[in-house]
């Protein structure tokens, strides 16, 4: 089993930084993609903030370029979402994702429990 913790959502003005982070643990045998989501308020769907494949590449939502920064540290099976220049619209519970091979060598996707991200204007 595997269990990702996240830390550092809050309450921020518009304009404001907050830095998440998600750390993996369990019976990891190597991970390849983590990334994080978002679910808007009132939103049922959750949407792509950003993504680190294990090659070291990243994507970004077209909303969030230039301003969120993802990284990871892959000797801590940790991921991190630096947020600047934040707005209104980024309000939402942010998720994060890892796709884990474990121990087993069985692979699986899995999600965090989700921190609240609020932006004030």
């Known amino acids: 089993q595997v269990q990702l913790v996240e830390s550092g959502g809050g309450l921020v003005q518009a304009g404001g930084s907050l830095r998440l982070s998600c750390a993996a643990s369990g019976s990891i045998f190597s991970i390849n993609a983590m990334g994080w989501y978002r679910q808007a308020p009132g939103e049922k769907q959750r949407e792509l903030v950003a993504l680190a494949p294990s090659n070291s590449n990243t994507n970004y939502a077209d909303s969030v370029k230039g301003r969120f920064t993802i990284s990871r540290d892959n000797a801590k099976n940790t991921v991190y979402l630096q947020m600047n220049s934040l707005k209104p619209e980024d309000t939402g519970v942010y998720y994060c994702?890892?796709?884990?091979?474990?121990?087993?060598?069985?692979?699986?996707?899995?999600w965090g429990q989700g921190t609240q991200v609020t932006v004030s204007s």
């Open positions: 994702t890892a796709d884990v091979k474990m121990i087993s060598r069985s692979q699986f996707v899995y």
